[in-house]
């Protein structure tokens, strides 16, 4: 089956601007996280949802950052006010049960390339 | 910081020769998972162990795990040019904390 999409692929924008990316999880997983990839780093966990309840958002580094996942599906990463700090990889992933501690395999999207000018 | 932490931050062989890196981490888990990233690709899960084992195997991968000494060391056996790729380890336990990753090149 389908595995997760993300879109974007790629997003230049200027600095001040908002950003949307997209997040599809795959179908049925009810857990999804959102993780940011600064070049040449590993993953900065910013978010996870989990079914219906409230998400963690314990990794969003700044008020800017915010996301919704709609009818338990998809999710949309907001950026707004965009820095240029704020470019980077952000890969979205979903699994089938709860979160972190959770023996469950995350899987991943291809990620969206953000570019800030 | 972050939880997990990989060494060598870069690591380059030939081909068939074995890989070893390494993941340490700080506070307790419930498991540990290391995942393969392609460039500029997603990640891809390899394998997990639970933090009452202390080895296991897939394939030409195993992984050990040492909870006493917070760490934990994936091998890669007879290395192939398509083993190329950044890994990450990834700890579990209140939160997913993903490593800063070696960077593995298999020269063929």
């Known amino acids: 089956g389908a595995g997760v999409s993300q879109s974007p692929s790629n997003k230049v924008t200027e600095k001040g601007k908002d950003v949307e990316l997209r997040c599809d999880p795959i179908?049925?997983?009810?857990?999804l996280y959102w993780y940011r990839q600064s070049l040449g780093q590993g993953l900065e966990f910013l978010i996870y949802f989990q079914g219906n309840s409230a998400p963690d958002k314990s990794g969003l580094p700044s008020d800017r950052f915010s996301a919704e996942r709609t009818g338990g599906s998809v999710s949309t990463l907001t950026i707004q006010r965009t820095q240029q700090e704020d470019s980077a990889v952000y890969l979205c992933?979903?699994?089938?049960?709860?979160?972190?501690?959770?023996?469950?395999?995350?899987?991943f999207g291809p990620g969206t390339r953000l570019t800030v000018l | 910081s972050q939880q997990g932490e990989e060494d060598p931050q870069a690591l380059s062989i030939q081909e068939g020769e074995n890989a070893t890196m390494n993941c340490s981490y700080k506070?307790?888990?419930?498991?540990l998972q290391w995942y393969r990233q392609n460039s500029g690709r997603g990640l891809v899960h390899l394998i997990l162990i639970r933090s009452n084992e202390r080895e296991k195997h897939s394939g030409r991968l195993r992984v050990t795990l040492d909870t006493s000494k917070k760490s934990s060391s994936l091998l890669i056996t007879a290395s192939r040019a398509a083993d190329t790729a950044s890994y990450f380890c990834a700890t579990t336990g209140n939160q997913f904390y993903f490593g800063t990753g070696t960077s593995l090149t298999v020269i063929p």
């Open positions: 506070t307790s888990i419930n498991n």
């Open positions: 179908s049925g997983h009810t857990a």
């Open positions: 992933a979903s699994s089938w049960t709860r979160g972190p501690s959770s023996t469950d395999t995350q899987y």
